[in-house]
């Protein structure tokens, strides 16, 4: 079977790492892993892990999940703080408890029973981004700094704050099984303990080997109440093509009313291998790199616009 590696743009750091995994002959769900934990110690990425932006109040809450195709087996971490290997949490969970989800002071206690090093995951650089923003809002209470904040992003939905961001990896190896993974620092400046759609199984993330996987990054919020990713493979199970199962879920969103009007973009692979990806927005891309190739190469999503 021909190996592949699926992601958004920012995995592209760690994309070599998980086709070393694969071409070892190594499973999916390790190359998901391998490409992941060098994205959350990336400090340059705001968005992930290590150097990601905090909560309102200057906490850094992390989320992720992992997903086996050939089970359905799933691990997932949200909240977590003060560890930033989030990702190997979640599989811990996946293989090692009799759960699903482990969230806040649970997920911190899990990562240091199971050795994690503790690490303050805020850089000066994440601090002076959060300041800034956090200094032009009202001085209140948090749920003003929210509303706040709410208002910035639907008066402006042509440029809103820069406030997401999230890696997602799919992989397939050489047995032909897929995995999935996603984490995420979440949304800059969420209420403490928000929990987005990154760790939500079948929101976020979702792999099937039977029918495919997919992915979301963008806003967590209403991938949750379309229960995206999931909703792209079962479609798929129903006989639509990758792309036109795609299409209907980024429809699917733009259906809902959502004063904040965030974008979401889906990467997903079939259970034949081909990829493709699709945003609510114009201009995104993702990368692909498949064993024959030595180096990433960028793809653009298609553009689903809302239906008129
Ligand atoms: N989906 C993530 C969340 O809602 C953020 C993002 O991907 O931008 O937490």
Not at 9 to 20: E, F, L, S, V
Not at 98 to 111: D, E, K, M, Q, T
Not at 213 to 241: L, W
């Amino acid at each position: 079977m021909s190996l592949l590696l699926v992601a958004s743009t920012n995995a592209g750091i760690g994309m070599q790492d998980g086709m070393a995994v694969l071409r070892s002959g190594g499973a999916a769900v390790d190359a998901v892993i391998a490409v992941i934990r060098r994205v959350e110690a990336n400090p340059e990425d705001h968005s992930v892990g290590y150097g990601g932006l905090p909560n309102l109040i200057g906490e850094i809450e992390l989320d992720a999940s992992i997903m086996d195709g050939r089970t359905l087996a799933t691990g997932a971490v949200a909240a977590l703080q003060g560890h930033q290997d989030a990702i190997d949490l979640a599989r811990i969970v996946m293989n090692e408890l009799p759960h699903v989800l482990i969230a806040g002071s649970g997920a911190a206690r899990l990562a240091g029973d199971s050795g994690f090093p503790r690490r303050n995951l805020l850089t000066s650089e994440a601090k002076a981004i959060w300041q800034s923003r956090i200094e032009t809002s009202d001085n209140d209470a948090y749920g003003g700094k929210i509303r706040e904040l709410a208002r910035k992003l639907s008066r402006d939905p042509e440029r809103p704050l820069d406030a997401h961001g999230t890696v997602n990896v799919i992989a397939r190896d050489r047995a032909g099984d897929i995995a999935s993974g996603v984490s995420t620092s979440g949304w800059a400046w969420k209420y403490p303990g928000r929990v987005g759609d990154s760790p939500i199984i079948g929101a976020g993330n979702y792999a099937d080997n039977r029918w495919g996987a997919a992915a979301c990054t963008g806003r967590g919020e209403i991938a949750q109440r379309c229960c995206t990713a999931h909703s792209v493979v079962t479609f798929m199970r129903f006989g639509y093509s990758l792309h036109d199962a795609l299409r209907l879920a980024a429809c699917d969103l733009h259906g809902l009313d959502d004063a904040y009007r965030g974008e979401v973009n889906i990467i997903g692979v079939d259970r034949t291998g081909q990829h493709a990806a699709a945003s609510t927005v114009a201009g995104k891309t993702y990368i692909v790199m498949t064993g024959a190739m030595q180096e990433v190469a960028e793809h653009e999503r298609e553009f689903v616009p809302a239906p008129v």
